[in-house]
T-cell receptor, first 116, second 111 residues
Framework: GAGVSQSPRYKVAKRGQDVALRCDPI?????LFWYQQALGQGPEFLTY????????KSGLPSDRFFAERPEGSVSTLKIQRTQQEDSAVYLC??????????????FGPGTRLLVL | DAKTTQPTSMDCAEGRAANLPCNHS???????VYWYRQIHSQGPQYIIH???NNETNEMASLIITEDRKSSTLILPHATLRDTAVYYC????????????FGRGTQLTVWP
């Protein structure tokens, strides 16, 4: 079946520009996560949704980062006034149920953002 | 959550077993050991997880020492497609799913 998809796969933005990154989770998955992965590093947690509720946004690096999932399916990560340090791969993951030790997270291919 | 220590890189001949170590000396009794891997330009992929017993699935085996301070992921017959970064993660499942990946081990399988 279809996995997690993300769009665009690549995005080049000029410093100061706003960007929006989209995540389509696996159909029916309750949980949705966003991670940021800098070059040469492992993914770092940004935020978590359970259905449409954003239950944890403690990983968002600044108030320029905003995420939403209004209908409990597709999610958008928005970055306002992009800066060069925002350049990274943004990964989305979903899982079928609420988080537990047995729940696998299924990751999308990521969006590679380059801010010039 | 407990921290993990992994070698930066390893290599392995195709067809041989790849044994990837992970130290987690501060692991607590209710924390699980997870392994994910990330092939270049793809998102991470779940491999296996365990608490204290050894586990095996179609992808790999996980061996956890009796004191649970370390573990080894075993890919029994490595192929070129197993070249990836392998992440060992310790988690107690109560952090609303957020995973702490660290830097992982770059495994290179050579022909």
């Amino acid at each position: 079946g279809a996995g997690v998809s993300q769009s665009p796969r690549y995005k080049v933005a000029k410093r100061g520009q706003d960007v929006a990154l989209r995540c389509d989770p696996i159909s029916g998955h309750v949980s949705l996560f966003w991670y940021q992965q800098a070059l040469g590093q492992g993914p770092e947690f940004l935020t978590y949704f359970q259905n449409e509720a954003q239950l944890d946004k403690s990983g968002l690096p600044s108030d320029r980062f905003f995420a939403e999932r209004p209908e409990g399916s597709v999610s958008t990560l928005k970055i306002q006034r992009t800066q060069q340090e925002d350049s990274a791969v943004y990964l989305c993951a979903s899982s079928p149920l609420t988080p537990s030790v047995s729940e696998t997270q299924y990751f999308g291919p990521g969006t590679r953002l380059l801010v010039l | 959550d407990a921290k993990t220590t992994q070698p930066t890189s390893m290599d392995c001949a195709e067809g041989r077993a790849a044994n990837l170590p992970c130290n987690h000396s501060t692991i607590s009794g209710n924390e699980y050991v997870y392994w994910y891997r990330q092939i270049h330009s793809q998102g991470p992929q779940y491999i296996i997880h365990g608490l204290k017993n050894n586990e095996t699935n179609e992808m790999a085996s996980l061996i956890i020492t009796e004191d649970r301070k370390s573990s080894t992921l075993i890919l029994p017959h490595a192929t070129l497609r197993d070249t990836a970064v392998y992440y060992c993660i310790v988690d107690r499942g109560s952090t609303l799913g957020r995973l702490y990946f660290g830097r992982g081990t770059q495994l290179t399988v050579w022909p």
